[in-house]
């Protein structure tokens, strides 16, 4: 069981930054594959980056490669999503997911969801 709590979110000019987290409990954060999705009013949720347990491997979707970063720390149990050049179209609720396995993740079936924290980015 873990439970996920994300923070971080906010409003931002476009070009702006910001880093998002997910924060975990427990103790086998690091036996869980984490990944980043977002949902915009009115649209399906999307996937945006995956990270492996180890964090050496990681996937972005090509909307948000080369201007989000994915990244985890196992000895804080959090994960992260650094967000640069933002764009209006970034603008939706993040969530965090985790799951054991990283095929699961990122076909966005996680066990476990965070309860997202809302982006907005003005134009």
């Known amino acids: 069981q873990v439970q996920l709590v994300e923070s971080g979110g906010g409003l931002v000019q476009a070009g702006g930054s910001l880093r998002l987290s997910c924060a975990a409990s427990g103790r086998t954060f690091s036996s869980y594959a984490m990944g980043w999705f977002r949902q915009a009013p009115g649209k399906e949720r999307e996937f945006v980056a995956i990270?492996?347990?180890?964090?050496?491997?990681?996937y972005y979707a090509d909307s948000v490669k080369g201007r989000f970063t994915i990244s985890r720390d196992n000895a804080k149990n959090t994960a992260y999503l650094q967000m640069n050049s933002l764009k209006p179209e970034d603008t939706a609720v993040y969530y965090c997911?985790?799951?054991?396995?990283?095929?699961?993740?990122?076909?966005?079936?996680?066990?476990?969801w965070g309860q997202g924290t809302q982006v907005t980015v003005s134009s």
């Open positions: 997911a985790a799951d054991g396995s990283e095929s699961t993740v990122r076909a966005g079936r996680s066990g476990y």
């Open positions: 990270i492996s347990r180890s964090g050496g491997i990681t």
